[in-house]
């Protein structure tokens, strides 16, 4: 079993709609992040989260430590949100260890 | 600023052949890493450095070589190339503190 597990794995929706990608992880962490990979390959850090929740722009990321849980949701879909988010936890040493990553295409 | 950069963006190797992935930052971070990424995988981590003159490896580090003689410059050697290695590699840089990952635009590698 991986230490990040997202969910799901591929997610299509139509423009406007909301949209929650899930992250789960097993091991003890410092902080969360999550990424976006643009399908010209770049990544991007969206968020470092280590409690409660952030906002940006129609990006909101939330984190529950307990529950070793995060949410990333984007409100008011748009094509240009298609790409791959990436959940990665932060450990011991700074180190990243990363979910798979969620595909998500947004349809016009 | 330019962030991290990586060079090259594209290279072909053949088996036992040698390279440097070349990584720089402008940031004056103190942590930098290398990372492979494999299709329908998530990012491995194969060494990192949390300052000049300091690494060490990380989840696959085998056929891989670092050195970090200032703080901006984070290259990667390859030594004797093999197809397994064929990836898409990825320097990022973080500052100390409440800061996130910067990431290089990844360099394609193929070993044939």
């Known amino acids: 079993k991986n230490e990040v597990e997202q969910s799901p794995q591929n997610l299509t929706a139509q423009e406007g709609e909301f949209i929650t990608i899930n992250c789960s992880y097993s091991?003890?962490?410092?902080?969360l992040h999550w990424l976006q990979q643009h399908p010209g390959g770049g990544i991007v850090s969206l968020f470092m989260?280590?409690?409660g929740k952030k906002k940006h722009g129609r990006l909101i990321a939330t984190i529950n430590i307990q529950e070793k849980h995060s949410s990333l949701h984007i409100t008011a879909s748009h094509p240009r949100d298609s790409a791959v988010y990436i959940c990665?936890?932060?450990?011991?040493?700074?180190?990243?260890?990363f979910g798979e990553g969620t595909q998500l295409t947004v349809n016009p | 600023n330019a962030g991290v950069t990586q060079t090259p963006k594209f290279r072909i190797l053949k088996i036992g052949q040698s390279m440097t992935l070349q990584c720089a930052q402008d940031?004056?971070?103190?942590?930098m890493y290398w990372y492979r990424q494999d299709p329908g995988m998530g990012l491995k981590l194969i060494y990192y450095?949390?300052?000049?003159?300091?690494?060490d490896k990380g989840e696959v580090p085998n056929g891989y070589n670092v050195s970090r003689s200032t703080t901006e410059d984070f290259p990667l050697r390859l030594e004797l190339a093999a197809p397994s290695q064929t990836s898409v590699y990825f320097c990022?840089?973080?500052?100390?503190?409440?800061?996130?990952?910067?990431f290089g635009s990844g360099t394609r590698l193929t070993v044939v």
């Open positions: 989260l280590s409690s």
């Open positions: 940031m004056n971070h103190n942590y």
């Open positions: 990022a840089a973080r500052g100390i503190g409440d800061y996130g990952y910067t």
């Open positions: 990665a936890v932060q450990t011991s040493g700074s180190r990243l260890t």
């Open positions: 091991v003890g962490i410092s902080a």
């Open positions: 450095s949390v300052g000049a003159g300091i690494t």
